[in-house]
C-alpha cells in the first residue's frame, strides 16, 4: 500500500512540474530563435525586392537608377525606410596616358542591408568615356548576380 501512495505521489509530482518544464523550454526555443534571427546577417542578393539608390555628386547614381526603375525584379524607391538594400556609387576618374589621352572612369558600386549596413553585393566596373556604358555594365552584372543568388531556391 505504501509503494501505490508513493507511486501516485510520484506520479502527480511529475504532473505537476511539467508545465514549468515546457514553459522553459518554450523560453529557450524562444531565445534561441531570436538569436537566429539577430545574427542572420544581411539577405541573400534574391531577397532584396526594394532598393534606395544613394546621390552621387556625378550622376552615375541616377543612370543606374533610371536602369533599374525598368527592372521588374525589384522596386526602386524614394524613402530610405521603404527599402531593403542601398546601392551606393564610388568612382574615380584617371587620365590614361596614351597617343591620345583617355579618361577612364572606375565606379564601384555596392549594395548594403538597410538594416545590418552589411554589404551583400559589390562590383567593379571601368569605362573610358562612356559613363552611360558605365551604367549599363553595372546593371547587367546586377542582374546577372540577382539571378545566380537565386538558383539554388
Known amino acids: 500500500m505504501t509503494s501505490l501512495r508513493s507511486s501516485r505521489y510520484l506520479v502527480l509530482r511529475i504532473s505537476c512540474e511539467i508545465p514549468s518544464i515546457l514553459a522553459v523550454l518554450f523560453l529557450c526555443a524562444g531565445l534561441l530563435a531570436g538569436q537566429a ?11 532584396v525586392k526594394t532598393i534606395y539608390v544613394a546621390s552621387s555628386p556625378d550622376g552615375l ?29 564610388q568612382t574615380e576618374t584617371a587620365i590614361v596616358p596614351a597617343k591620345v589621352a583617355i579618361r577612364e572612369t572606375t565606379a564601384t558600386v555596392t549594395l548594403v542591408d538597410r538594416r545590418s549596413q552589411r554589404p551583400i553585393w559589390r562590383t567593379t566596373k ?16 546586377l542582374k546577372i548576380d540577382w539571378r545566380k543568388s537565386g538558383r539554388g531556391y
Open 37 to 47: 534571427t539577430i545574427s542572420a546577417g544581411p539577405p541573400l542578393l534574391y531577397q
Open 61 to 89: 547614381a541616377l543612370l543606374i537608377k533610371s536602369r533599374l526603375e525598368k527592372w521588374s525584379a525589384v522596386g526602386i524607391t524614394a524613402e530610405l525606410e521603404e527599402a531593403d538594400a542601398v546601392l551606393t556609387c
Open 126 to 141: 571601368s569605362a573610358s568615356f562612356e559613363i552611360n556604358r558605365l551604367a549599363d555594365d553595372i546593371v547587367e552584372q
